[in-house]
């Protein structure tokens, strides 16, 4: 099981956190076209790590989009 | 094919160089921070004959990835006394780049401060200084008007006005607008128009260039491709976005109402004025005679900008964005946009940061100099510094200075730069940026902002150090409002970058060149002279709640000093 923003999911195996939110992408779950912070179990990924961390059974995922300011 | 043009200020000579290899896959804020580290002695006086200022392109200037064609300037600044980058749209950049032009150096200083010249660069890419006395003492519009008249209309300029010349602390450098080409865009922070001033050189002058740029892709096939889908990434998202929609005052939605938004002199008090700058009423505003949706520079698929005209339909200015209107409307007690766009045109026309000018009449408001809310004491202080009487001069030195002269014990400064936009308080992550970042109190080096801004402290730092490393990305490559949906494709955009200079980047080392980059400025400050106990968020903000939450600044100071780390 995944929770990814406060929802339940299958867990998928042998998925980086970056295929796992394209997945969310394609059912719709998430619906925006910018960039996010990540953080999996509290923990904040790096925008760059996501290619690389897998997603784990149990992991809690949280999206939140990438702050930017003028 | 990149050059290097490099400008001896006292000798007047000039000298291109082939583009240094070693500097090659360098570019914007990177490339700042690698010629200020190689060149510049940090402990030098920023006004004196060993400091440069350095203009250069970002990575992909001329390519056509959005928001590409963005111009950093960077030198040791006069304000901070440290490394200082502030990057502009406009449309410099993609003049630089039609001439193969990466990046140029104005360094030394004339014996003889009567003298005054501009950098011309002709449609043949000749380069000239050329003797502008004529214009010492003009403002900004009236330069551009003037270049515009003997080069053509559809000239680029990067300029200073009486507040450069000056040597003002709070003074800008001014660059042309697209589509509109007046003045509107600043680089705004650091008084880095002082140190042109100080060179005594009034702008440059760029034509367009005669002869259509090949720009060296190493594999130019993959690069359009790869081109064609982020920019395509961004026209999606801007569909929904409220800087596309409406522009960068959108925010006001979010931080007015949470008290974010700085409001008398950082008081953090809400007033029920703010309504008076919500979305629709910007809309109204700038829509009345003028638009938004203007992209301020080629290239530009976010069209943040707007263009505001007066009630004759004439160009009052451009770019009006949110940090203007926070620091010089609600920090000053002004709720009224008509104020707020004169004092932006003032600022920009003498060539000052709005956001320094802004905290400034906010400090000379809480010492008495002027009453609250007064509009057109606030128009006359700007005003004060157009003209150069004995008060405009004590105000060109920046908010510290003044708050300093006036005993104010409520200065918004961190490193002697002038808090920005959002107040620490009510988004933590930010104020650590603000305390720590190597460019002084700055929103553009990385903010935590937003409905999900993390309020314990370790996701706080933890989200400060990511975002400090996205903007290094940003300010090294596009606009941060592009990043905004290019931070999710960094695999991409490393490609992208392969296809360009022929390398095997990835993600993680896009972030790895963001890591060098902050850790080139960081040495620079530390030769320089700033301690680790510099790193301080102004006392009251410690002391003070944010009326809104109760919320005092309560992240320790061991932490923004680097004793201790979060785990």
Redesign the interface.
């Known amino acids: 099981m995944i929770i990814f923003n406060n929802q339940e999911f299958e867990y998928i195996d042998n998925v980086t956190i ?1 295929q796992f939110i394209q997945i969310m992408k394609d059912r719709k779950v998430l619906n ?6 990540i ?1 999996k179990n ?3 990924i ?4 996501i ?2 961390e897998k997603v784990k059974d149990g992991d809690i995922i ?1 999206a ?7 | 094919m990149w050059k290097t043009v490099r400008i001896n200020s006292k000798s007047k000579t000039i000298t291109t160089e082939d583009y240094n290899k070693t500097y090659v896959g360098l570019g914007g804020r990177g490339l700042i921070a690698q010629f200020l580290h190689d060149e510049v002695d940090p402990t030098c006086d920023p006004l004196g004959e060993d400091s440069k200022i350095i203009f250069c392109t970002s990575l992909f200037a001329g390519t056509g990835l959005v928001c590409a064609n963005r111009l950093s300037v960077g030198a040791k600044s006069p304000l901070t006394g440290g490394i200082k980058e502030s990057n502009v749209g406009g449309n410099a950049a993609a003049a630089f780049a039609e001439h193969n032009i990466r990046s140029i150096i104005i360094e030394n200083k004339p014996e003889n401060s009567n003298s005054l010249y501009m950098l011309f660069i002709n449609a043949d890419g000749n380069i000239s200084l050329e003797d502008a006395s004529t214009y010492e003492g003009m403002n900004n519009y009236e330069f551009v008007e003037n270049m515009q008249k003997l080069y053509g209309e559809k000239v680029s300029v990067i300029s200073i006005g009486n507040a450069g010349e000056r040597l003002y602390k709070n003074s800008s450098l001014q660059v042309t607008e697209f589509g509109t080409n007046y003045p509107c865009r600043a680089a705004g922070r650091g008084g880095l128009g002082s140190v042109l001033g100080s060179k005594r050189i009034k702008g440059i002058v760029i034509q367009k260039a005669k002869a259509k740029t090949e720009y060296p892709y190493a594999d130019k096939e993959t690069f359009m491709r790869l081109r064609k889908e982020l920019n395509q990434s961004v026209i999606e998202s801007s569909k929904t976005s409220p800087f596309s929609l409406v522009g960068t005052a959108s925010t006001i939605d979010f931080v007015g109402p949470a008290g974010i938004i700085p409001t008398h002199n950082f008081t953090g008090e809400i007033s029920d004025k703010i309504d008076n700058l919500k979305s629709d009423k910007f809309m109204s505003f700038v829509n009345k005679n003028g638009k938004n949706q203007h992209p301020c520079q080629a290239g530009c698929l976010i069209k943040c900008s707007n263009i505001v005209n007066d009630d004759q339909g004439n160009f009052l200015t451009g770019g009006f964005e949110y940090e203007t209107i926070a620091l010089c409307g609600p920090n000053c007690d002004i709720y009224d946009y008509e104020t707020i766009a004169k004092i932006d045109r003032y600022c920009d026309d003498i060539g000052l940061d709005t956001i320094e000018t802004g905290a400034t009449i906010g400090v000379c408001m809480d010492a008495g100099v002027i009453p609250w809310g007064d509009t057109h004491a606030a128009l006359d202080l700007c005003k004060q510094m157009g003209e150069g009487t004995d008060l405009g001069n004590l105000l060109g030195q920046g908010t510290e200075i003044v708050g300093k002269h006036y005993n104010s014990n409520r200065i918004p400064t961190c490193k002697g730069q002038a808090i920005p936009g959002y107040d620490p308080r009510g988004s933590i992550g930010t104020g650590f940026t603000y305390a720590t970042t190597s460019m002084g109190a700055d929103h553009t080096a990385g903010i935590t902002l937003g409905p999900d801004d993390p309020t314990d402290i370790e996701a706080a730092v933890a989200t400060s150090d990511t975002m400090q490393h996205i903007f290094a990305i940003a300010d090294s490559m596009t606009c941060m409002m592009a990043m905004a949906t290019l931070g999710g494709q960094l695999d991409k955009v490393a490609l992208l970058y392969n296809a360009m200079y022929d390398t095997e980047l990835n993600a993680g080392d896009l972030f790895a060149a963001a890591d060098k980059n902050l850790l080139l400025e960081k040495e620079f400050n530390e030769k320089a002279g700033w301690k680790p106990e510099d790193n301080v968020i102004p006392e009251f903000f410690r002391n003070e709640p944010l009326p809104s939450t109760g919320r005092k600044f309560d992240i320790p100071q061991s932490l923004l000093s680097g004793i201790d780390k979060v785990q």
Do not use: Q, W
């Not at chain 1, 925006?32 to 912070?37: D, I, M, P, T, V």
């Not at chain 1, 790096?46 to 790590?49: G, N």
């Not at chain 1, 939140?64 to 003028?70: F, H, T």
């Open positions: 970056s925006s076209h910018n960039a996010l912070l953080t509290n923990k904040l790096s925008p760059s790590e290619y690389i949280n939140r989009v990438m702050p930017v300011g003028g």
